[in-house]
C-alpha cells in the first residue's frame, strides 16, 4: 500500500499565491483509527476565505497552526474505513467532512482521518459537489441562528448572497423565520429565490438607515459582513428588539477590524456604544449539527449553491478566483472523480 500521496501544502505562511505548491509525497494518514475516527477518500472540496486569510497573518500565523500545512477544511468523499466503535458509519458511505482548520491536515489531498464530531453520513448517490460546499458555511449559519430563535422570529442577516449568507436565508426559513437581508443588486435574484422575505439592495443606499426606514423590529441580526460593525450594531437599538442577539460571523484580521470589535464588547451604552447582546461567532464542529445540516440537503430543504468548478490541477486557479470576492456561491475543487 502506498504511504504517500498528493496534497495542496503551504510550507510557510505568506501570499498563497507564492506558497501553495501540490506536492506528490504528502503523508498519506494509516490505520490504526481512534475512537470516532474514519478514513476518507477525497472526492471534493469546498473553499473558504478562511482557508487563505489563516495563512495570509505572516508571523501569526504559526500561532494558530502548524507547518506544513494542506488548504481547506471542507470535503466530501467515500469511506474506506471506521474505527472499532463507529457505528453510523461504514465503509463505501458517502460523507461530508469539516476538519479542523488549526491542524495541518486538510482537504485538499487525496485522504483524510475525520474525527466524530467532524463528519456526517449522506444520503446514498448524493451530488458530492454539493455536499463538499456546505459543511463550514452551513455550520455557520445554523450555529450563528439556531440557538437565537423560536419559529415566527425576524431575522436580519447581513450579507445574504455569500457561502453563510446563501445557507443562512434557507436555515432562518427552515426553521420558521421571517428573513430580511442585505445583497447588491446583482444578487436580488438570487436571495429572492433562496427565500427572503424582505431584500435590503446595499448599492440603492446606507444599510442601516434602509433598516430604519423598514421600521422590522428583528429578534436576531446575523452580520456576514463586519466592515459595516460600527453604525450597524450601535445603531440596533433601533431595529433590534431589547433581548434580542447581534452575532458578528464576518469581519477581517485588521487592526481597525479588532479595534471595532473591541468597542461593540466593551463600550457602555451611555458613551456610545451598542445597547444589544453582542456575541463574536466561531464555528465549532459538532457531530449533530452536520447531520442536520446532511439531513436536510438529502431531503432538499438546503441547497448548495455552486459559483464554479475546478479540477485539483488547478487548485490555485480556484483561489485565485475565490480571491476576487464576488463568487455567487461556492468554489469546488474535484479532487477525484464523482462516478
Not at 24 to 31: G, I, L, M, R, V
Not at 128 to 135: F, K, M, N, T, V
Not at 147 to 158: D, E, L, R, S
Not at 198 to 216: F, P, R
Request: charged share 20%; proline share 4%.
Amino acid at each position: 500500500m502506498p504511504t504517500t500521496m498528493q496534497a495542496w501544502q503551504i510550507a510557510t505562511p505568506g501570499l498563497l499565491e507564492d506558497v501553495l505548491k501540490l506536492v506528490d509525497n504528502a503523508e498519506k494518514p494509516s490505520k490504526p483509527l481512534q475512537r470516532g475516527q474514519i478514513l476518507v477518500e477525497v472526492v471534493s472540496a469546498g473553499l473558504n476565505p478562511a482557508d487563505y486569510k489563516m495563512v495570509e497573518l505572516g508571523f501569526a500565523s504559526k500561532a494558530i497552526t502548524s507547518f506544513p500545512k494542506t488548504t481547506g477544511m471542507d470535503l466530501s468523499g467515500k469511506v474506506v474505513a471506521v474505527g472499532n466503535d463507529v457505528t453510523d458509519a461504514k465503509v463505501n458511505d458517502a460523507v461530508l467532512v469539516r476538519l479542523d482548520p488549526t491542524k495541518t491536515p486538510g482537504a485538499l489531498s487525496q485522504f483524510v482521518v475525520a474525527d466524530f464530531n467532524g463528519y456526517a453520513v449522506l444520503p446514498a448517490d448524493f451530488d458530492l459537489d454539493l455536499a463538499a460546499g456546505a459543511p463550514t458555511t452551513a455550520l455557520t449559519a445554523y450555529q450563528s441562528i439556531k440557538p437565537y430563535i423560536q419559529t415566527g422570529a425576524k431575522v436580519f442577516i447581513n450579507g445574504g448572497s455569500g457561502g453563510a449568507g446563501t445557507y443562512g436565508i434557507q436555515i432562518a426559513k427552515a426553521l420558521g423565520c421571517h428573513v430580511t437581508t442585505s445583497c447588491s443588486t446583482a444578487k436580488r435574484e438570487l436571495c429572492e429565490r433562496l427565500g427572503a422575505d424582505e431584500i435590503i439592495d446595499y448599492k440603492a443606499g446606507d444599510v442601516v438607515t434602509q433598516l430604519k426606514q423598514k421600521e422590522i423590529i428583528f429578534d436576531l441580526i446575523v452580520d456576514n459582513v463586519g466592515s459595516s460593525l460600527p453604525d450597524l450594531y450601535q445603531q440596533s437599538h433601533h431595529y433590534l428588539k431589547p433581548e434580542g442577539a447581534f452575532v458578528l460571523v464576518g469581519g477581517s484580521a485588521s487592526l481597525s477590524s479588532i479595534k471595532n470589535v473591541m468597542k461593540a464588547k466593551f463600550t457602555p451604552s451611555f458613551l456610545g456604544g451598542g445597547k444589544s447582546k453582542f456575541i463574536t461567532y466561531i464555528t465549532k464542529n459538532d457531530h449533530d449539527d452536520l447531520a442536520q445540516i446532511a439531513k436536510w440537503l438529502g431531503e432538499g430543504v438546503i441547497k448548495t449553491i455552486i459559483d464554479s468548478t475546478f479540477e485539483f490541477e488547478d487548485t490555485l486557479k480556484a483561489y485565485k478566483h475565490l480571491k476576487k470576492g464576488s463568487s455567487g456561491g461556492k468554489v469546488i475543487v474535484h479532487v477525484a472523480n464523482k462516478a
